[in-house]
């Protein structure tokens, strides 16, 4: 995934904290090796190599599910946030190493193989056709809280009432711990916030960018210009979950305010700037 987890529970003892606790790691090493862009060998980039050939592949449960989750995300938020975006972040990714912008045409060359119509689903057995070759899918707006969606998930089924898991400035809080009843506390751009049964996310470039020629860039890239912002701000998400607030948070960096606050009190998130 890129970044650090850290989970924290309120469990009876210490033996059974560990052991549920470990129980949840295990869940994100088996989502780590679904989702990883930066592993040859995972099942995305596995996928992402059939790109252009006109086949069908069937993919994992957990795969499709945040396929389906991206995709619902980029038509509700117009394309602000669209996880076939892979391509414009290996170039980055390679320009950055070489101290470079990219030029106008590698942009568009990048920008041609984006667009969420390019994936294809068929529901009936579960497959997915990438029909534009040199596709690559990039879950870093969206796979941290989905993972931590997944790792609570296993923390309920053990017994575990009240948990945070923080992953990379994403968080995702159960009920409230036993000594703080109204909620988890959460400082959110220098505001404290008690929240429980919910996901927090934040986007900006405060800490992450890309420093090229003097000028520095916002590493969330619009899928729409293939650049990232250069003016720097951040917004902060409250939602139901962190699959959402993760995603949300990503779409409305890019999108105007209005539209952007709209959108998040469509989903009943609370936006924070």
Same mark, same amino acid.
């Given at each position: 995934m890129g970044t650090m987890f850290r989970v924290v529970v309120y469990a009876s003892d210490s033996a059974l904290a560990r052991d549920i606790t470990k129980k949840a790691y295990v869940r994100l090493d088996e989502l780590n090796m679904v989702l990883s862009d930066y592993r040859e060998d995972s099942e995305v980039n596995t996928l992402c190599r059939t790109s252009g050939s006109g086949q069908y592949v069937k993919v994992s449960a957990d795969l499709w599910n945040i396929l389906q989750a991206s995709a619902k995300a980029a038509q509700l938020s117009e394309g602000?946030?669209?996880?076939?975006?892979?391509?414009?972040?290996?170039?980055?990714r390679r320009m950055k190493r070489q101290k470079q912008l990219p030029t106008p045409t590698q942009i568009s060359e990048a920008k041609a193989k984006i667009g969420i119509d390019k994936i294809v689903f068929n529901e009936k057995n579960q497959s997915v056709m990438l029909n534009t070759k040199g596709m690559r899918l990039d879950f870093g707006g969206i796979g941290k809280g989905f993972a931590e969606d997944e790792?609570?998930?296993v923390l309920k089924e053990n017994g575990i009432k009240s948990a945070l898991i923080e992953a990379g400035g994403n968080i995702v809080v159960s009920n409230s711990p036993t000594? %703080?009843?109204?909620?988890?506390?959460?400082?959110?751009?220098?505001?404290?916030?008690?929240?429980?049964n919910c996901g927090i996310s934040t986007s900006g470039d405060?800490?992450?960018?890309?420093?090229?020629e003097g000028k520095k860039y916002a590493h969330i890239l619009d899928p729409k210009t293939g650049i990232g912002y250069a003016e720097p701000h951040q917004v902060s998400i409250i939602a139901k979950d962190g699959t959402i607030s993760d995603w949300l948070s990503t779409a409305l960096y890019l999108m105007p305010t209005? %539209?952007?606050?709209?959108?998040?009190?469509k989903l009943k998130a609370k936006a924070i700037k």
């Open positions: 602000n946030f669209d996880v076939t975006i892979g391509p414009l972040t290996q170039l980055w790792m609570m998930k000594d %703080s009843p109204t909620g988890w506390e959460i400082i959110i751009n220098k505001e404290k916030y008690f929240l429980k405060a800490y992450q960018f890309v420093e090229i209005d %539209s952007g606050r709209k959108l998040a009190k």
